[in-house]
Every structure is written in C-alpha cells, then in structure tokens.
C-alpha cells in the first residue's frame, strides 16, 4: 500500500513538472545561444531592414540569436546626417545608429548588417573588398553585399561560444565606437 502510493505521488510529481514545462531527465546544455533583442522603435523605417539583417546573421551564424522586440540589448535608430555608426556597449549589447542620407548613397541592408557585425564583435577591415561585410564603404557604393564572409560569421559564432574567453575579457570585443565606415561620395554638379 504504502509502495503504491508512493509511485502515485511520484507520478503526479512528474505529470506536474511536466505541466510547468519542467524537464528533469535532461540537463541544460552546456552553452545555450544566446539572445540578443533588437528594439526597432526608434528605427523609423529601417525597422523591416533590420529584420532582414538579423534573418542574415541567425542564418550565418551559430551560438547566437538576434530576436525581435523582445528586449532593447540593441537598440537600432534612424537618423539623418552625420553618418552611420556603431556604439558597443559589450559583446551583444549596444546601439546602431543609420543615417537616412547615407542609405541613399549605400544599401541600406549592407550598412544594417555591417552595423550590427560590430555590436557582435567585428571590427572594421577596410580592404575594398565587396565579399568582406566589414570593408563597408571602402568597397564603394556599387557593393551591396549584406552577407558576412564565412571568416567573419565564424569569428562571430567563436565569440559568442565564448572559446575566445581572453579576447572577450581583454576587452577587443567590448565597449567600443565606430564611426566613418561609410565615406561621404562627392555630390554630382550639375
Ligand atoms: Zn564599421
């Protein structure tokens, strides 16, 4: 009898846990992606481009998952004049700024996805080279390139596995500005 109920109360105890959404058999992993929430309040009407820059860096990367509106780690903001920029605040978190008259000059979703490359830890790498994201603007107007390179994206998945502990602590990754990626193109006379 008193086996019986125990197995009873066992079971119950599970059906419970397993109501609660509770999984007990299994440990967590042992790195879970992490989340990075966009906010696109304040992004005018760059909020769809940064839809599509985040479906770009999810598909390109592991280990990290840049979520809609689900919290403000990155805050993204429409602005007009004065550039482009990036201002990380730590690896993941910060705020990316995209000036309207410069979306009119680059594409808008290479700016996006650039900007955001260094809110996950990119620096600049200003070769001209259109397959690279981080060459920016150094690649012209012409390049509209919003995909990282396997290079980069890698690096990317690295840094948020967190296998680059002493970088991410020495502060390579960290709290960081970046401006001017995006040279101003000579006004046409005429
Ligand atoms: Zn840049």
């Not at 001209?128 to 995909?147: E, H, Q, V």
């Not at 390179?149 to 960290?174: H, I, K, W, Y």
Request: with cysteine.
């Amino acid at each position: 009898m008193t086996s019986r109920i125990s197995r009873l109360v066992a079971t119950s105890a599970a059906a419970a846990l397993a109501t609660l959404g509770v999984t007990v058999a299994n440990p967590a992993p042992a790195s879970a992606a992490m989340t990075i929430c966009y906010n696109t309040s304040q992004a005018g009407s760059f909020a769809g481009i940064a839809g599509q820059a985040a479906s770009i860096w999810n598909n390109a990367t592991t280990n990290l998952t840049l979520s809609a509106n689900c919290g403000s780690n990155l805050r993204i903001y429409q602005i007009t004049g004065g550039g482009s920029y990036a201002i990380r605040t730590s690896l993941g978190n910060g705020r990316v700024y995209i000036d309207t008259q410069q979306a009119q000059q680059y594409s808008p979703l290479r700016i996006m996805t650039h900007e955001i490359g260094h809110i996950l830890g990119l620096p600049d790498n200003y070769n001209g080279n259109c397959a690279i994201l981080m060459s920016g603007g150094s690649a012209g107007t012409s390049c509209t390139n919003p995909y990282p390179s396997t290079t980069e994206a890698n690096r990317v998945s690295n840094l948020f596995a967190g296998t680059r502990v002493a970088e991410r602590t020495t502060g390579e990754t960290g709290s960081a500005v970046f401006r001017d990626s995006w040279p101003a193109v000579a006004a046409t006379v005429g």
